[in-house]
């Protein structure tokens, strides 16, 4: 495991965090985004208390999470959707899951009771961080959306903070 700093994601971070983005939809098996937004768009979409960056000793970003809500409904106030990014050169080496346990940390802090995601069922390596780290599949959405011209479907994950019994 590679020792790793968790700061605030700040606009500072804004081009190596959209680099790395951008990698992880070039793979393909990450989100059906073709092309990663621009820094205003991906600030707007992402809440402020819940994004990090993983920085390496050099300062330089191996990784990044961020949430969103999920709904304006103020029944739904206590649930997000999680993005987790990883360096092609980080991956392998613990970052994600200290990413994963920073957002963690700072929703069970808030009060956020659900941290949800969904994921190409394709991307087993993420899959398994997010079953260690507590996630429970919900289910599949079968064809849920094309991505480069193929139906792909969507495993459901959620994590449900310990606080709400």
């Known amino acids: 495991m590679t020792a790793v700093r968790i700061e605030a994601l700040l606009a500072e971070h804004a081009e190596?965090?959209?680099?790395?983005?951008?990698?992880?939809?070039?793979?393909?098996?990450?989100?059906f985004e073709t092309q990663a937004p621009d820094w205003?768009?991906?600030?707007?979409?992402?809440?402020?208390?819940?994004?990090?960056?993983?920085?390496?000793?050099?300062?330089?970003?191996?990784?990044?999470?961020?949430?969103?809500?999920?709904?304006?409904?103020?029944?739904?106030?206590?649930?997000?959707?999680?993005?987790?990014?990883?360096?092609?050169k980080a991956r392998g080496r613990g970052v994600a899951r200290t990413l994963l346990d920073a957002l963690i940390s700072s929703t069970e802090t808030a009060g956020i009771w659900t941290i949800q995601s969904g994921i190409f069922p394709?991307?087993?390596a993420s899959l398994a961080l997010h079953a260690r780290a507590g996630f429970r599949i919900i289910g599949t959405r079968e064809r849920i959306g094309r991505h480069h011209g193929v139906w792909r479907d969507v495993v459901l994950l959620e994590r449900r903070s310990s606080a709400t019994g």
């Open 40 to 88: 205003a768009a991906f600030d707007k979409a992402k809440l402020p208390d819940y994004r990090f960056v993983a920085l390496d000793d050099d300062g330089r970003v191996s990784g990044w999470v961020a949430a969103s809500a999920v709904s304006d409904r103020c029944a739904y106030a206590g649930v997000v959707e999680h993005s987790v990014y990883v360096h092609p």
């Open 16 to 31: 190596q965090v959209l680099d790395i983005y951008q990698s992880g939809i070039d793979e393909g098996n990450a989100t």
């Open 122 to 124: 394709e991307n087993t």
